[in-house]
């Protein structure tokens, strides 16, 4: 184990399909959050392409070096491709996965040396990856981590493992629980016992943080309101963050809307990026039904119907029997989509009314002569979820087991890359 790294904290970075979060263990909070989405600057690489066809290496050589060079990640990339044609937008990660990898090397090379601003070789590092994820896919990062970064560590986490070690629950760290993870392009719901990842009972639904963006624009448009098109998209992601809830009943949110419209309906105000000019627009009904496909997905899609609370309940009920009420007690939030205010007190009705339901059924088939214990349906709620995953991850990094559960250069050098695919639970925290 290399002593000098180790005495410095690990870096953790957790990369999400929409946001990045990123930071050094041992922080409370990430150092920066910033959407995964890297401009890189076309007119390079096809000056390199172009150059292919001569002979002219050096032109070739230096249009292959400013390509390598002039690229931007998070904020800094939506601007660079709105203020030039020259840059294009690549988003590395779909649906949880990396499909780009060059895109996210890049966004990596970013991550560590203009961010955090730290040499890669001076920290171990602690990544996160979906629970979906093939083998295949963590032996490539592996391989980018240490062959281009020359990191002395490296530990590959499972997102919902981390965010149950985020331990916000209780004082001691409770490793038994089902992590409900919204995130911007994926929803996962992972049981985990004793801080494995019970695989064959992942329940994952298409429906995320990105469709509650789209379907709050597509309401917009249908009620004519003028929003210039290619602003939309950003206005509808801004409205969700900033005025989205989760209501208890439709109905009665309608009518809340409709008797006092100054009171529920709220004024956007933008500028039109091409001309500068003004506009406002208002933000009435979408304020509920935005999360509310979480809770009724047929509003959304004709594809897709099962509601997230019969979806975990599902997943619960799939696990084995001994674990399943440890599950419904530890129902943990997890992802900035989560966010919504009262989404877990939705949540945790709807779900209790289906288990109750369950519980009533069995009694009544028993004939009664057995009374049934009833079943504690909790989900956890905290200001934290919105980086639950990285938190974990700082929490679990700054312990002296992270260090002896890590991959190191050296074994990398001796056996590959194949080391890549297990990372170890570590057993002495739990």
């Given at each position: ?40 600057n076309?007119?390079?690489t ?11 290496w ?14 931007f ?19 590395p990660?779909r ?33 996160t ?131 006092e ?18 506009y ?26 099962t ?12 696990s ?103 990372n ?7």
């Amino acid at each position: 184990m290399d002593a000098a790294a180790a005495s410095r904290p690990a870096v953790v970075i957790d990369n999400g399909t929409g946001y990045t979060k990123m930071g050094f263990a041992g922080n409370v909070e990430p150092c920066f959050i910033i959407p995964t989405v890297v401009a890189v600057n076309e007119s390079f690489t096809n000056q390199s392409r172009s150059s292919m066809k001569g002979s002219n290496w050096l032109a070739q050589h230096s249009a292959g070096v400013m390509a390598d060079l002039d690229f931007f990640i998070g904020d800094e990339a939506t601007a660079r491709s709105r203020s030039s044609n020259t840059y294009n937008l690549s988003y590395p990660i779909r649906h949880g996965q990396v499909e780009n990898w060059d895109a996210m090397e890049r966004f990596w090379q970013q991550c560590i040396f203009n961010y955090l601003r730290c040499d890669p070789e001076d920290h171990y590092f602690l990544l996160t990856e979906s629970p979906l994820t093939p083998p295949e896919s963590r032996e490539y990062t592996g391989e980018i981590m240490f062959e281009t970064f020359n990191v002395p560590g490296l530990y590959i986490a499972v997102q919902p493992v981390l965010a149950l070690a985020a331990g916000y629950t209780t004082s001691k760290c409770e490793m038994t629980g089902v992590v409900v993870d919204v995130g911007d392009g994926a929803t996962h719901v992972v049981p985990v016992a004793d801080g494995y990842v019970i695989g064959s009972s992942i329940k994952s639904i298409p429906i995320s943080g990105k469709d509650v963006t789209l379907f709050i624009q597509q309401l917009m448009r249908e009620r004519g309101e003028h929003v210039p098109p290619e602003d939309s998209f950003d206005v509808a992601r801004k409205v969700k963050e900033m005025y989205c809830y989760t209501s208890s009943d439709i109905v009665k949110e309608y009518n809340k809307h409709d008797r006092e419209p100054s009171k529920y309906i709220k004024q956007w105000r933008g500028i039109k990026p091409k001309t500068g000019a003004p506009y406002s627009c208002d933000i009435g009904y979408e304020r509920f039904l935005g999360p509310e496909i979480f809770f009724n997905p047929e509003i959304y899609s004709s594809d897709f119907s099962t509601p997230l609370p019969a979806i975990i309940d599902k997943c619960i009920q799939s696990s084995p029997i001994d674990t399943r009420r440890a599950l419904y007690k530890n129902i943990v939030l997890s992802g900035a989509s989560t966010m919504f205010k009262d989404f877990h007190r939705r949540l945790q009705r709807d779900l209790k009314k289906i288990v109750d339901a369950r519980v009533l059924a069995s009694d009544t088939r028993l004939g009664g002569e057995l009374k049934s214990q009833p079943v504690e349906v909790n989900v956890v709620s905290h200001p934290i979820q919105r980086f639950a995953v990285w938190f974990g991850g700082s929490v679990l990094a700054s312990t002296p087991e992270f260090y002896a559960a890590c991959h190191t250069k050296a074994e990398y050098e001796e056996y590959g890359a194949s080391i890549c695919r297990t990372n170890p639970v570590f057993k002495g925290m739990y």
